[in-house]
């Protein structure tokens, strides 16, 4: 799915339920060498610590560095401290202060935990993109992850205006960087149980929303590989073709209206 060999740089790990991991191992598992990204020191100590499930050598193969996003001089020295040439960045990140941009009320007047929000969750992309292009001499993929921004959601609010504007930031990447052969998309992935998730309040209705939904019975406790498989064909010579695009791996949720009847589930 990917050639073998090459160098990926996968940003956004917390813990071993990250989206980010379960791409970073498919990739390993392909053959791909893997960067791993955390915010920060703190950050990589906590993903040591939550991910009990990873036994000592795993975490001890783990190539993992230091980036946060919001600043500039850290994503420039993290592509410049790469070694040869990285052909697939996957942006796994997202913020947004869960008691003023998240919740049941909509309106709010925490503009900077807003400004922040949107900073990290869909302006990033374009500090990535910048930073890698000099390092992706052969082209390559780079892969956001995105949730469902064509409707509104319960709870979601800020997140989801964030969500529609790092689509438009995938576009807009697209157009600039097809001249250098580097191709841009997102997965818009359906509800996944991740660390992120539960701090969004009212997660689990929004799960709930999938499971009357998804002709393909999407399991919000197991799909991290299923997001993780879309995003290493974004990353791979299947999709050469591919850019500016957010395709969903979602159960089939975004494709149907209202819920399914009994005769429709397996
Ligand atoms: N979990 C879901 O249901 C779901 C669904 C669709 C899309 N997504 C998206 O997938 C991506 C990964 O989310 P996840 O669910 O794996 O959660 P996660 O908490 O494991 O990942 C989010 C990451 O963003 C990082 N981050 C936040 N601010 C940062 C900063 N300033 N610099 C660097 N890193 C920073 C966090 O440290 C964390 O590692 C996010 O973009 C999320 O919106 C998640």
């Not at 790092?166 to 191709?183: D, F, N």
Request: charged residues 20%; hydrophobic residues 40%.
């Amino acid at each position: 799915m990917i050639e073998s060999g090459k160098t990926f740089v996968v940003m956004g790990l917390l813990d071993a339920d990250s989206i980010a991991y379960a791409i970073g191992k498919l990739l390993e598992s392909f053959g791909g060498k893997v960067i791993y990204t955390v915010q920060n020191e703190r950050m990589k100590k906590i993903f040591f610590d939550r991910s009990k499930k990873l036994e000592a050598d795993e975490k001890a193969s783990l190539d993992i560095r230091f980036c946060d996003i919001t600043k500039d001089e850290e994503v420039e020295a993290l592509f410049q401290g790469i070694e040869g040439s990285v052909a697939g960045v996957v942006h796994s990140i997202a913020y947004s202060n869960p008691k003023t941009s998240l919740g049941e009320e909509f309106h709010t007047d925490a503009y900077e935990d807003l400004t922040n929000g949107f900073r990290i969750s869909a302006v990033s992309l374009a500090t990535v993109a910048r930073y890698a292009q000099p390092k992706m001499t052969e082209g390559g993929g780079i892969v956001a992850l995105t949730f469902s921004s064509q409707l509104a959601f319960a709870f979601y609010n800020w997140m989801g205006v964030n969500k529609a504007a790092l689509e438009a930031v995938v576009r807009g990447l697209a157009r600039r960087h097809g001249k250098e052969g580097i191709r841009v998309n997102a997965v818009s992935a359906g509800p996944v149980f991740t660390i992120a998730a539960k701090h969004i309040p009212g997660f689990e209705e929004l799960g709930s929303t999938w499971a009357k939904s998804s002709p393909l019975n999407w399991d919000p406790m197991t799909a991290q590989g299923e997001v993780a498989g879309a995003a290493a064909f974004l990353l791979g010579p299947y999709s050469k073709q591919i850019t500016g695009q957010t395709i969903h791996v979602d159960g089939g949720a975004s494709a149907v209206g209202g819920e399914l009847m009994d005769y429709e589930r397996a």
